[in-house]
């Protein structure tokens, strides 16, 4: 039937085979990735991964030592940044101060030499866009962060770009303001369906926005997939320890369903290290459940942290000097009644583990 038919999708850039060394240092290695017309990506890693160079590579801004880029079929490679179509937000406001917020908007827009009445018209509609309808006049000095922020992404927008490129737009904000922000450009950008890529090394910032996330470590991509993806199947131990809360626990693959912990043995996802094969067992703390009656795992409460909906409930695993932290619902934990020093049962589901080579 036709509504079995998965999606056509079709690739708006196509990134292979992109180096970039600078001198001896390679800040990006061979990195291969496909962005969908129409899609939100982050680019999400800690400081230094490469992300920014990648943004910037893909503008233009600076050159890769190898490798292509195809943007909607069309080789980029060595197109100078004006040659390629994309509107840029950067984190600091680059708005020119001496300009107000219309003439900021309509600078492109001039240069391009449009008609006055098409500007206005323009440029009414992309204030709009960005609810500042009425601050026309305003100069930058004048405005909030966030105001700044929205009259960058309406100039960004103003040319309509076949590509939004945003560097760490929301960084700079206080976080009220980026919660709000954050909000209103998810909801723009899928109202206009312009392809964006997003660099931040926020993690919430990457799971509330993002369709997919591209997940960056010393130079290479660690994974491709979407916020419930990275965060339920982690590729590797560095996204499971980037993204949220993991335990990990030192075990000893066994069967192909199981692993040993201390004396216990355990189910895990089936997993295919060779037996005996010591290994780490990630498992996030709201899947770690806990029972009144100690069974096969027993754990020791050594701390318990009330954070309202849950109780993050910390133990010592008996039998080994591993440590484990478990969320629990707060009325579950009422009814636990669960105190320091208390000796509980603990559950680890094998279907909400993964188990990784030993660190
Ligand atoms: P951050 O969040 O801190 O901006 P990032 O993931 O965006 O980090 P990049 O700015 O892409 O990282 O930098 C990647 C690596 O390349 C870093 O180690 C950085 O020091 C290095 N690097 C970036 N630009 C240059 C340059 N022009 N010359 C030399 N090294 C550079």
Do not use: W
């Not at 962060?145 to 992404?153: D, E, F, K, N, W």
């Not at 105190?339 to 188990?355: F, M, N, Y």
Request: hydrophobic share 45%; aromatic share 6%.
């Amino acid at each position: 039937s036709a509504a079995a038919t998965p999606h056509a999708t079709t690739t708006h850039l196509s990134i292979d085979g992109v180096t970039k060394r600078f001198g001896s240092f390679t800040a990006l290695d061979n990195i291969a990735l496909e962005i969908q017309e129409g899609e939100f990506v982050c680019f999400l890693g800690p400081s230094g991964c490469g992300k920014t160079t990648l943004l910037r590579m893909i503008a233009g801004l600076t050159r890769q030592s190898a490798g292509t880029l195809i943007q909607r079929g069309k080789d980029i490679s060595t197109l100078p940044p004006q040659a390629r179509d994309f509107g840029i937000v950067f984190q600091s406001y680059a708005l020119f101060p001496n300009l107000t917020v219309f003439d900021n908007v309509a600078y492109g827009l001039r240069n391009r030499r449009v008609a006055r009445a098409d500007i206005h018209a323009r440029v009414a509609e992309l204030l709009a866009l960005v609810d500042l309808s009425g601050s026309e006049a305003k100069y930058p000095a004048a405005l909030s962060g966030g105001q700044q922020q929205r009259v960058a992404l309406a100039r960004a927008l103003a040319m309509e770009p076949g590509l939004l490129l945003l560097d760490e737009p929301l960084s700079a904000l206080d976080a009220r303001v980026r919660g709000h922000l954050r909000s209103q450009i998810k909801a723009l950008q899928a109202r206009l369906g312009v392809t964006t890529i997003m660099v931040t090394h926020d993690q919430e910032e990457a799971l509330t926005m993002a369709d997919r996330i591209v997940v960056m470590n010393h130079g290479v991509i660690e994974q491709v997939g979407t916020p419930a993806e990275i965060y339920h199947q982690p590729a590797s131990a560095f996204v499971a320890s980037f993204i949220g809360t993991m335990n990990f626990l030192d075990v000893t693959a066994a069967a192909n369903h199981q692993v040993q912990l201390g004396n216990t043995v355990c189910d895990c996802l089936p997993h295919t290290f060779a037996k005996g094969r010591p290994a780490q067992l990630a498992i996030r703390p709201e899947a770690v459940a806990l029972t009144r009656q100690p069974g096969a795992l027993v754990g020791e409460v050594t701390g318990i942290e009330f954070l309202g909906a849950f109780q993050r409930v910390s133990l010592r695993i008996a039998g080994t000097e591993q440590r484990v932290l478990a969320d629990v619902p707060s009325r579950d934990s009422a009814m636990l009644s669960l105190k320091l020093g208390q000796v509980v049962g603990l559950h680890l589901p094998g279907d909400a583990a993964r188990l990784y080579p030993a660190g």
